[in-house]
């Protein structure tokens, strides 16, 4: 008999608990939640709020242009996930305060941000990014920070028929699949370390092998692989290659067998803390090659303010840097959008207001807000659509660097990598030539 | 919860237990399309195949958790060789299989993988069963994770695109939590079910009067072990993406077993009330204290635990007398 | 290389038997499974870092400070919410769900107070050379105090009254009770000295690695094997089995790949349940 009325109970919680979300989630308003396009035929729309003005063409056109992003503010991306958020929120104050918002076919649209935390975690983030579109109404969307939670939503970017743009995702493959609706910032991890390599032949023709050990993530596999590539194509040996696990909490024994490979550099393909963790532990262990590279972590300002001594001497990969230098020439030509401002002023505002210094993930997720807000504006619409044909145009410069797009695939192709070198305290780019802003200390172990 | 009386076992054709369960299986479908009608709020697609799929997770843990007393800490391998079976079959090795079939029938290699796993570890008792477990997740990510990427995909993943179809995988989601109603209604009146609660209450005694206690354990696991890998492979036709990173994740082991704690454990109800609670409270607080939610979450689960000590399903039989006659 | 990977390995080691005793202690004492306990280790790592960094202690004092605070951490979070478990018949399956509740708290906490940045202290000790291996000091000093702090749980288990009334009470609440020792003031005690213990495992964690808060997944797994195989609470067996852990994680590097290396250690813990599933060593009730 239990049984039975168990499972009558069981019935009237699930309604229950039915009407119970519904009661919550009911936005004030009763906003009009669009079902999701089907495939033929219908041309896709944008999400539209209740209340909108007309131009002269007739266009329906929204109050005010809402971006969404799932930030990363707790779980294993939290730190990188903040400078999203904090980037996109300085774009939005730029853009409403400086221009009265993004003009769209004449129509001036202030930008609204909302946003809600993934947990670094695939289910929270998909259901966020949906809520984000349905819920709030987002009409254009930032993707989660990491490549692994940026391809999980893509095929719901796809579907939902949004714009998504990769403002934290570098990895080659989301870009092979054929998705149309998410869109590259970085420049493809594969190519992160290239920069690098050239440096080290052109300026020690005698430095011959090179030992590689990275974290089993898609992001570091496929920065790592571009490194071996390249390295080999540079004629250098790759005297070591292996991979440590996300829960490696002692880096020692693969340390050892790559210094064992007595190798001229070592590149550590790391994400953040396990970066961290190498560099000190190569310190302990005294391994101390010519040249050693710690993957993105290493491009963060916290990199030598926690390391300290440790950091001296060490490289890495960046998208972007504070001290980045602009030909202020450059600010007048037509590629030229947003703030007139170089990376450095930029990162001063940025710390102003929000307590501390960007790395590439705030400056880059500002640059991919002036990106998406000239494919707008190019585009006269802010249907996906034609956004997204607007980004296949599309091809300027910002205090970010370059953005262009592979018509193709929606891949980044305009934006360059630089490498850095930590020397007392100062981020210097040592490479590529033309963006450099000191020399380098190579051998580094002198 | 004390073992089911006797004479549950007479009543299996019982017409009005064939009447509720066929309200079930109404209520649920019925819920499930109504919640993805246009124009009513909250019509979100994740939201409630998420929901769904908390509840199925929890179902599949009670079933062995809740009747035979034995605790997975590493109950969501199987979930995540669930996503893994449908990834390699339909996205790597490109098998001529329909994919709404395949999500339901790939599952049954993970439910073999889970006997042969069960044989030694159904011998472990109490926290040594579940450390085992939690033990065997964390060398099947890994050893996943080290297999050829062209069969499983390595760091990467498996990305399937072209099966991307989430309104008819949330119909599959729909179809597996009435299966798994109906399988844990008819678990309760029947004699394999009074069989496993023996086991749980004394497993000893159990195998003194006569119930194949081995066999009744590994056959407990493997439908818990289906369940869980039929939803991995759902959320994979869901999604078309699995990742390591992603799928083996021990923190949805330890919302499956505060879901099952939370509503009562061996009973129909409790997971469905425990995991679809947990799943509505964490999105409540998660929409509007971005920040904070997490404190906030874990004071809700310890609050319960403290004044809920049999979870919601035995603090309503304590304390609302009218519902207790009902339920007993 | 190989002495090199052994001496990383056991020096680790040593650190990953400190981190687990705690949770090994109240496990085998009252039945309580800690799943905060890998979150709590890094709440204790993150105070060394603000007691050094921000009050410009030296790390070793912020270790010492540690013991207390654990203790009295312990002692509290007992009466406070264990307390109310402790006579229910599912003990350890209703404290995974309240220590799982509790876990969310203090990560939650911690990365709300510190921030999500990595934090890192300057490395302590210099490193110095024997016979061609490299020895790091912090991490030998980590190794020391920790051996140093099991034996002294050792002693204290078999020399001390408040030892033997947790041993009375870790195998019986109702016979103590019927010898005068009021369970609940033992359990708070031992609750305090796992926590004492945790404090200066994070304090050493902090010494030897930069911390995020995502670091306790990877103690707290590691913790669940060490307990298992050393025998719950069993201080010197727990020691042993956190040195197996980081020597077996050391050589699967060199023999396998370093990718695989937790599932060796893993594989080895699946086979010794099941070949000795009372674990390699005895756990504190027995005797």
Redesign the interface.
Known sequence: MRATKQAGLAMAVSLLMLFAACAGEAEPGGQELPEAPTTEGAEPTTSVPASTESTEEGVELPDEIVIGIPASLTGQYEALGRQGLDGLNMFAEWVNNERGGIDVGGTKIPVRIVFGDDRSDKDTALRLFEKLVLEDGAHFMFASYSSGLTLSQAPLADQLDVVSMAWGASSDDIWEQGFTRTVGVYTPASQYDHSLLDFVTAADPAAQTVAIAYKDDPFTVAEAEGAQAKAEELGMEVVYFDKYPAEAADLSPILTQAADSDPDVILVVAHFQDGALAARQMQELGIDPMASSFGSGAATTDWWTELGEAAQGTFGPAQWEPSQTVDPAAFDTDGWVGPQVTPAEFSEQYSAEFGYEPDYRGGLAFHAGLALMAAIEAAGSVDTQAVIDAFKELDIQTMGGGFRVDPETLNQVGHSMLTIQWQDGEKVIIAPAESATGEAIYPANE | MKT??P??IL?RR?P??LL??S??VF??VA?GV??LQ??????????WF??M?AIVLAMSLNLITGYTGY?DFGHVVFYGLGTYVAGIAIGMLGLAVPVPLWVFVGPLLVALIAVLVGM??L??????F???M???N??TR??V??LPRDFAG????I?T?EI?D??TAYYGMVGLLVAI?LVT?WL??SRFGVGLKAIRDDEGAAGVMGIRTTQYKLAAFGASAYFAAAAGSVDYWF???T?N???F???VT?EM??GV??GG?G???GP??GA??LY?VR??L??RF??????M??????VV??FM?RGIVGFVEDHVPALRA??? | MEAQILVNGLLIGGVYGIAALGLGLVWGVMSVVNVAHGDLLIFFAYMTWALVVVQSLPPFLALVLLIPAGFIIGYFLYHLLVRHLIHRSEVELMSLVLFFGLSAIVYGFAAYLWGSDFRSLPIPLPTFQVLGVAVPGTRLAAFLIGGGLVLGLRWFFRKTFWGKAIRAVAQSRDAARALGIDPDRVSAVAFGIALAYAGVAGALIAMISPLSPSLGVAYAGRSFAVVVLGGLGNPVGTLVAGIVLGLTEGLSSLWITFGLSPAVAFVLLIAVLILRPQGLFKPVRSR
Not at chain 2, 123 to 128: N, S
């Open positions: 089911a009386p004479e549950v009543e019982d009005i237990r509720n369960m309200l079930v209520a649920v819920a109504l919640a246009p124009g009513l709020p909250g019509a979100s697609l994740v939201f998420n929901l799929k605790v030694p570890a011998r472990l008792r109490g926290a040594y579940a450390i085992a939690l033990s065997f964390a060398a890994l050893v994770l080290n390595g760091a990467f993943g990305p695109p991307y989430p309104r109603i209604v309760g009146g999604v078309a993406f990742s990173e992603l799928v994740n021990n923190v330890v077993v505060a704690f939370l454990a009973t129909v109800v469905v009330f679809g609670i509505l999105d409540f998660w929409v971005p920040f904070l939610y997490l404190p979450f874990g004071a809700v689960i310890a635990v403290l000590p009902k339920i007993k």
